[in-house]
């Protein structure tokens, strides 16, 4: 009678041996999003479609655009958003730079294998200048993540953000709601809607969640009287090296004239009392 039961408790062995291995592989291959925060050097949040996301604000800024002082929820928020892949995890992100910190930050990030996918700016006559850099990376979350937070000491942006009030915003947030067909959502002051794209964007045949880049962003700020100031990102990829990877040797070289201002027609634009 023993040796009917052998194989079988034999068989049990390999199968729990197996299934224990598999998860101790699945583990590994899935990052622990608090010690991504701790090399982030601040936490993330989970998003709806499976990422962890930064925000980091350019508080630090004082930016104005067409005499109207530009708060950073408008259009000054910085960001970084991962997400695990069969390999550890994938990272994309838009930073918010000044033209003095554009080098030493692709310097850093290059340096720790992240890629610059595009630079541009967002908006336009702005005082002082402002870039925008956005970057991709795959590999270890923690390695990428420790990347970017060095990158991040090259430049005054705040280390925590501070708690935000959600001020009365003075405009009908309702009726814009219904105009767009979406609800947006107050962001200190700021009133902001993300909207998804209807198709899936796919790299290497995986699909990009909307959370790392790929959903337009539409932000109204008051200004007084029942107007508001808005600006709206269509999210993409692009660059002004023509298709070029870019390195800090060649910036600002490979981008437009005049200095570091290429601007896509149409597609990153300030509206005023819109």
């Not at 541009?120 to 795959?138: A, D, K, T």
């Not at 000491?153 to 219904?178: E, F, M, N, R, S």
């Not at 609800?183 to 899936?200: E, H, K, L, S």
């Not at 269509?234 to 298709?243: D, E, K, L, R």
């Amino acid at each position: 009678m023993r040796s009917h039961y052998f194989p079988i408790f034999a068989l049990l062995l390999a199968t729990s041996a197996w299934s224990q291995g598999s998860l101790a592989s699945k583990t590994k291959a899935s990052p622990d999003w608090k010690t991504v925060d701790d090399a982030m050097g601040r936490a993330g949040q989970d998003q709806p479609d499976g990422t962890h996301k930064y925000s980091m604000p350019r508080r630090d800024l004082k930016v104005t655009a067409g005499g109207v002082d530009v708060k950073a929820g408008l259009a000054l928020g910085s960001w970084t958003a991962f997400e695990h892949t069969a390999t550890g995890a994938m990272v994309m992100g838009d930073l918010v730079l000044t033209e003095d910190e554009v080098a030493p930050v692709m310097g850093a990030l290059t340096g720790g294998g992240i890629e610059i996918t595009a630079l541009h700016n967002h908006l336009l006559h702005e005082s002082p200048r402002v870039m925008y850099m956005h970057i991709h990376g795959q590999g270890d979350a923690i390695a990428l993540a420790k990347t970017i937070h060095d990158a991040l000491q090259k430049t005054q942006t705040p280390a925590v953000a501070a708690a935000q009030t959600q001020p009365d915003l003075g405009i009908d947030t309702k009726q814009i709601d219904q105009i767009l067909g979406y609800t947006g959502r107050n962001n200190g002051g700021i009133y902001q809607f993300a909207v998804p794209r209807a198709d899936a964007v796919r790299e290497g045949g995986m699909k990009i969640p909307n959370s790392m880049g790929v959903a337009t962003a539409i932000n109204f700020q008051p200004t007084s009287g029942g107007k508001a100031i808005c600006s709206r990102n269509s999210q993409g990829f692009s660059s002004c090296t023509s298709g070029r990877m870019m390195t800090p040797q060649s910036w600002p070289g490979d981008c437009a004239q005049p200095w570091i201002r290429p601007t896509l027609p149409n597609r990153n634009e300030l509206l005023r009392d819109r």
